[in-house]
């Protein structure tokens, strides 16, 4: 006779999945917006790791200015923490008058800060914009300051080694791992680096601290969803190609290792966490045919935030958008969003 014997792991994290579905649910329908939020708030706090203190001065430099016609860049350079420099790219519309409304663009896997604004590491601009479509500059020609820090592990924030023996490999996973072992994440510390960003932003005397908000593309999503949550100073949120179940995207196939956070899981989908920006503005945005965001989950990640934000009486401040593209920013319609969530 032969076996019968299923040798594989899949149904014991299927099952792990339903058994630990009771934390998830744990008083769901009877707490107070309130009293949700601060619980979930301290939920996605210890599942991030601790968070180094920001009582290192940012203490930025202008390292260049350019021309783009529509608006100026300029790089500069600022400290997130000790022995750790951030290179920064910062968008300055050259029409109207500031202080202008500003946005925090967090940009996704690839080569880095320059994929946001569609242009290549020399500054040129790219003939093919790729999945992040320029949208940086496009925040920028619209009349909003926009600063892109280069995220950690990207970009020329690689691990030395990594950089050195394949320029086209994220130092993810080597930052993840190592990180771990002193209680951080890696995500935590990409979102204590974008809390230092909003601090920047508001210290600079062209932009209105008071209408700052925040443009994450896949990873960057992640990035902007958990600082938003967790910083009240962002005023309005696009997160683009990222929005969905851990259950239908991060559980269900290969993902990159920086989205996995221990415990979390045991009290919060994705779509608790994403919740925890209400009420204030959001706009999600996804691709009919994303691959690794399936459109299924999207949508009922969708429906989970409308009742949030019904809880708190802001349905008009919650709005989804499908475009016909895949994992890409579309830009279409959200860009023109913030732009008025920020302007009026």
């Known amino acids: 006779m032969g076996e019968m014997m299923d040798w594989t792991t899949d149904s014991f994290l299927q099952k792990l999945y339903a058994d630990t579905q009771p934390g998830r649910s744990r008083a769901a329908h009877t ?28 203490a930025p430099v202008l390292l ?18 000790e022995q750790v420099n951030v290179p920064v790219l910062v968008l300055v519309p050259k029409g109207g008058q500031g202080p202008y409304p500003a946005v925090l663009a967090c940009h996704g896997h690839g080569n880095g800060q320059w994929d946001a604004a569609g242009l290549d590491s020399e500054g040129r601009e790219l003939a093919d914009p790729g999945i992040h479509n320029r949208f940086a500059a496009r925040l920028a020609q619209a009349g909003m300051v926009v600063a892109i820090p280069e995220i950690m592990g990207f970009g020329v924030r690689r691990m030395a080694g990594e950089l050195a023996a394949n320029p086209n490999y994220s130092s993810c996973g080597t930052l993840s791992s190592q990180l771990l072992l002193y209680g951080r994440t890696l995500a935590g510390m990409r979102v204590y680096e974008a809390i230092r960003a909003i601090d920047f932003l508001s210290a600079r005397e062209d932009v209105d601290a008071g209408r700052i908000g925040v443009l994450g593309f896949s990873g960057g999503g992640l990035i902007a ?15 683009s190609g990222w929005t969905n179940t851990f259950r239908g995207s991060i559980l269900d196939m290969h993902h990159c290792i920086d989205n996995y956070l221990p ?23 996804a691709g009919v045919s994303d691959p690794i965001f399936p459109l299924e989950h999207t949508r009922q990640a969708a429906v989970e935030l409308e009742a949030t934000y019904a809880a708190w009486n802001a349905s008009n401040h919650f709005q989804s958008v499908f475009h016909a593209g895949g994992h890409e920013i579309s830009g279409e319609a959200s860009l023109a969003w913030l732009q008025q969530q920020l302007t009026r």
Do not use: S
């Not at 608006?71 to 923490?81: D, K, Q, S, V």
């Not at 969803?225 to 997160?239: G, M, P, Q, S």
């Not at 989908?269 to 706009?283: F, K, M, V």
């Open 31 to 58: 707490e107070a917006p309130q009293q949700r939020r601060a619980r979930l708030q301290h939920v996605l706090k210890r599942a991030l790791g601790r968070f180094p203190e920001r009582d290192v001065p940012l």
């Open 64 to 81: 260049e200015r350019r021309d783009y016609g529509e608006y100026m860049l300029e790089r500069i350079a600022y400290t997130t923490m």
């Open 225 to 239: 969803a958990y600082t938003a949550a967790l910083d009240e100073r962002l005023k309005a949120a696009v997160l």
């Open 263 to 285: 415990g979390l899981l045991l009290e919060a989908e994705q779509p608790d966490l994403t919740g925890l920006i209400a009420p204030r503005p959001l706009l999600v945005e």
